[in-house]
């Protein structure tokens, strides 16, 4: 078996180190002959768009060695697809410079740091490529340029020491951003004149830096650089040969983009490409036989299959690797949701905190499986997310958190059905509405519910649960582990007791006992039932008062050594809930 590249994105390493590699090289001939003079990839975190980019890069770019030598790529591409195409593709192999970008460690606390990371990245491409700085072919004042900009890093640290007041630093900030703003056009014309070839420009994760900076406060600064530097490198740039970047979102409003006529937009909803960013079917049932799980195989497609981009139906394949890598080292081992775990997942978190009646609505109706229709529209800005709820379900379709389901016309709008596509991202949904029920309940009062308990008040330990319960998202109403967790979450700061949880009573296991600290003080014993439908609540709740007495649970307690129990049964229902009481 081979290695499974946990973490890897060199498209090389794959190949030297002999990981295991789904093959995507067919990504190659298609941006040659369907891609855009620059090409536009929106996908998802995590489906493969850096290893893609890498693989680019390693299949078009003219590499020498230390002695001058031209390095043969073809052992890169051995046994792979790209193999069997025509000699008109093949021909391109090796055969241009190339520019590869990422802009993901811009996402910093601030402007300052934020262009200083991509200068810092930058630089990185111009000292890989510095083997042109002494060629004769290069324009004086060009060359005089990129050595400049190369430098830039050491010049600043010792001009930083100089600066004292933030005024200082920010207008120094703004001069080195302009300075580097036209920086990837400047190593373009550097490299076409030592190669005799326009350049390949490669950018990844270009929207990092607008949404983190959006988050942070410094939006407007943030994008007139990312627009000043595309506008450089993309649209005046005549030493460009073709570009491709990648993002999880388009941003055209704030005209990043402006005038570049040679764009072409490919987002998970177009027809082409759809196959090389996630593992499609024969991929991920592949991939499980390689490794003996293809027992696994409903169970992987349950809960990481599931996202359509354009007429192709793919698994998210970090999740698929996770998995694979997982069960490898433990058959045994549960399934988990590995996407959560590779970002903060804020914009759920987000939403559900500020959502209003008709989200929660549709939150109900997406998390117990069903559907919703709304408006689909592509040109999404960060800014714009929270504007209407239209922005906010698109930018979660193109993110990744629904899945289209179908599509129609109505006058000039496209209607699309959306659904949560699988388990893992259900849990995501699951996972933040638990979170957030329980920091609104943490927030509330409990002084109340308390001193209901000690007074046997049933009508207000009621009234306390229904209110709190109707704040709630109505999927929980289903789930009974949900009331229990949600009740004994209540129990936790009950001056003078401790709560347990399914502790052996008499002869059985009560739900829940608030055990007193002080001896004079009863305990408490909590039986808590669930019905779906109102008309069963009064049977709900008699069998819970029944159970508490068949199965000695008071006597428990007092062979415990307590003085008294005061006896709780409890049937919820969806957001209501009936409460009666035994004392002894």
Not at 153 to 165: G, I, V
Not at 288 to 302: G, I, P, Q, T
């Amino acid at each position: 078996m081979k290695k499974i590249g946990i973490g890897y994105e060199n498209y090389k390493d794959f190949v030297v180190d002999g990981l295991y590699y789904v093959d995507k090289t067919l990504l190659v001939r298609d941006i040659v002959k369907e891609g855009g003079k620059v090409t536009l990839f929106t996908r998802p975190r995590r489906f493969g768009k850096t290893l893609a980019l890498s693989m680019l890069q390693t299949f078009f770019e003219e590499e020498r060695d230390f002695d001058g030598r031209i390095i043969d790529k073809m052992p890169y591409f051995k046994g792979k697809k790209i193999m069997s195409c025509g000699q008109d593709i093949l021909s391109k192999m090796g055969q241009y410079p190339v520019i590869n970008l990422s802009l993901k460690s811009a996402a910093q606390a601030d402007f300052y740091t934020s262009i200083l990371k991509l200068r810092d990245e930058i630089v990185r491409e111009f000292i890989r490529h510095n083997y042109v700085e002494q060629s004769e072919e290069i324009d004086e004042n060009v060359r005089n340029i990129f050595v400049d900009l190369k430098k830039g890093p050491a010049d600043w640290t010792e001009k930083e020491k100089t600066l004292k007041t933030k005024e200082e630093k920010d207008e120094s900030i703004k001069t080195e951003a302009g300075r580097y703003s036209t920086s990837i056009r400047t190593l373009s014309e550097v490299l076409k004149a030592y190669h005799k070839k326009n350049v390949i420009i490669l950018i990844d994760e270009y929207d990092v830096p607008l949404e983190n900076a959006y988050r942070l406060g410094f939006y407007d600064e943030m994008i007139g650089f990312v627009r000043s530097l595309f506008e450089s490198a993309l649209k005046t740039n005549n030493s460009l040969e073709l570009a491709v970047i990648t993002g999880c979102l388009r941003i055209s409003k704030e005209s990043i983009f402006t005038g570049l006529n040679n764009l072409a937009m490919n987002s998970i909803r177009a027809v082409n490409f759809g196959e090389y960013f996630g593992f499609t079917q024969a991929e991920t049932d592949e991939l499980l036989k390689d490794y003996n799980l293809s027992d696994d195989a409903e169970l992987v497609r349950d809960w990481y299959d599931g996202y359509l981009f354009g007429n192709s139906e793919v698994y998210n394949p970090w999740s698929v690797t996770k998995y694979v890598y997982d069960h490898v080292l433990d058959p045994s081992r549960l399934p988990e949701a590995y996407w959560s775990n590779t970002s903060s997942n804020s914009i759920i978190k987000d939403m559900i905190e500020n959502a209003d009646e008709s989200v929660k609505v549709n939150l109900d109706t997406l998390v117990s499986g069903g559907n919703v229709e709304k408006v689909v529209h592509e040109d999404i800005t960060y800014g714009d997310i929270y504007d209407n709820e239209d922005n906010l379900w698109n930018f979660l379709y193109f993110t990744g958190y629904m899945k289209k389901v179908s599509e129609r016309l109505q006058d000039d709008n496209i209607y699309m059905t959306l659904t949560i596509p699988n388990k893992e991202v259900r849990s995501i949904y699951k996972n933040q509405i638990k979170q957030w029920f329980e920091n609104r309940i943490k927030e509330i009062d409990y002084t109340k519910f308390y001193d209901a308990i000690i007074k046997k008040n049933s009508k207000g330990i009621e009234d306390f649960l229904s209110g709190l319960l109707s704040k709630s998202i109505s999927y929980f109403d289903s789930e009974e582990s949900f009331y229990h967790g949600f009740f004994l979450s209540l129990l936790y700061w009950m001056p003078g007791y401790t709560p347990k949880s399914n502790r052996e009573e008499g002869n059985g296991r009560t739900d829940i006992v608030l055990y007193p600290k002080r001896p004079r003080d009863p305990a408490y014993i909590f039986e808590l039932k669930i019905r779906k439908k109102f008309s069963e609540m009064e049977d709900g709740l008699e069998e819970a008062l029944n159970q508490i007495v068949e199965k000695k649970y008071v006597e428990g307690i007092l062979d415990d050594g307590y003085i008294g129990a005061v006896s709780y049964g409890i049937c919820f229902c969806k957001k209501s809930c009936l409460v009666g009481i035994l004392d002894k």
